[in-house]
């Protein structure tokens, strides 16, 4: 229906992707394919939002998508409404989901949370595909929660991207600080005021143990940071013309440290035509010993909607759809593409 916000890892059976989606109710439960018989009855408004799982064995060319969501809102928690952005990370034969969701209460105020599965010997494909098992939500609360009583970087906490290393989690996020603290990102008079990476440490049971109080990077949007060789490397969505990402760029940004980056450096655009002619964004890279791989959403506009195709609506403006995009480099000797 929607391939959104996508996050690729690899392991030795394969690609796995976790997206954001919108799914439908039907008589087997929410699904993430659309179908046009549902016609104009079929209100996107007021479908939710997912996370969706994908698997690929020939190194994301092609895909079989899970017919059952990852995960969903949970009903009457802080993500009752919109569950999306995955960050996958294994860990210990456990999988960890960290995500970002809002609640019904306070649409777009988005905060961070986590959820899990242990393997049990099993791999990815088996336990996600085959078995369609899902993980669970460790608490009922997010681990890394937005600030509502004073102006902050951390009033939104977004689009996370984890680590693990020495014991611990490393968790970069975009953070938005925003006029009205305590208010919905629709309320009258509300704008957002500054925009960039975030980093946060937390232990083995998901507490914080440090965050930063103010952007490490300005700008940095849909993030995906990645440990390459002995470097960290920050991918990210650069700023397009402003309206829903119109005109979006990818590049990445590099550190040492993961406090001090440089950059940016412009990998892809969009192209004249076709399915990101509108704007590239949400990038994530898969690192293997002769190639980088990049995925990434593109999007293609539309003043009309194609009876086969379902999109997010702009009202007036016309539609946009959302697709995986995939590009390839070959490993450097040294040093970055």
């Not at 809002?102 to 099993?122: F, M, T």
Request: proline share 7%.
């Amino acid at each position: 229906m929607a391939v959104m916000d996508p996050c690729v890892i690899a392991d030795a059976e394969g690609y796995h992707l976790f997206f954001s989606s919108l799914f439908c109710e039907t008589p087997k439960g929410p699904s993430p394919f659309w179908r046009p018989e549902f016609g104009d009855e079929f209100n996107i408004l007021k479908v939710p939002t997912g996370i969706a799982y994908a698997f690929s064995a020939d190194r994301g060319r092609s895909w079989k998508v899970r017919p059952t969501p990852l995960l969903m809102p949970a009903p009457g928690s802080w993500d009752d409404h919109r569950v999306e952005t995955a960050s996958a990370l294994l860990q210990g034969g456990v999988l960890h989901l960290f995500y970002c969701a809002d609640s019904k209460q306070r649409l777009a105020r988005y905060q961070v949370g986590e959820a899990s599965l242990a393997l049990d010997g099993k791999t990815l494909r088996e336990a996600l595909l085959v078995e369609g098992k899902s993980p669970t939500r460790r608490r009922a609360t997010p681990v890394l929660a937005g600030v509502t009583d004073r102006p902050s970087f951390r009033n939104n906490v977004q689009e996370p991207s984890a680590l693990y290393a020495d014991g611990r989690f490393e968790l970069y996020f975009v953070g938005l600080r925003l006029s009205e603290p305590g208010e919905a990102i629709g309320n009258p008079g509300q704008s957002i005021r500054r925009v960039g990476l975030g980093r946060a440490l937390l232990d083995d049971a998901l507490n914080v143990i440090e965050v930063s109080d103010s952007p490490l990077v300005d700008l940095a949007n849909i993030i995906e940071v990645k440990r390459m060789d002995d470097r960290l490397v920050l991918f990210t969505t650069l700023g397009g013309e402003g309206q829903a990402h119109r005109q979006d760029r990818i590049g990445y940004h590099t550190s040492r440290d993961g406090r001090h980056w440089s950059g940016p450096r412009e990998l892809i655009a969009p192209q004249a035509t076709g399915f990101d002619s509108w704007g590239c964004m949400s990038p994530t890279v898969v690192q293997e010993a002769d190639r980088w791989v990049l995925f990434y959403t593109g999007l293609e506009h539309s003043f009309e909607r194609p009876r086969e195709r379902w999109g997010m609506s702009m009202g007036r403006d016309g539609w946009l759809f959302g697709s995986l995009g995939r590009a390839e480099a070959l490993a450097p000797r040294s040093g970055l593409p």
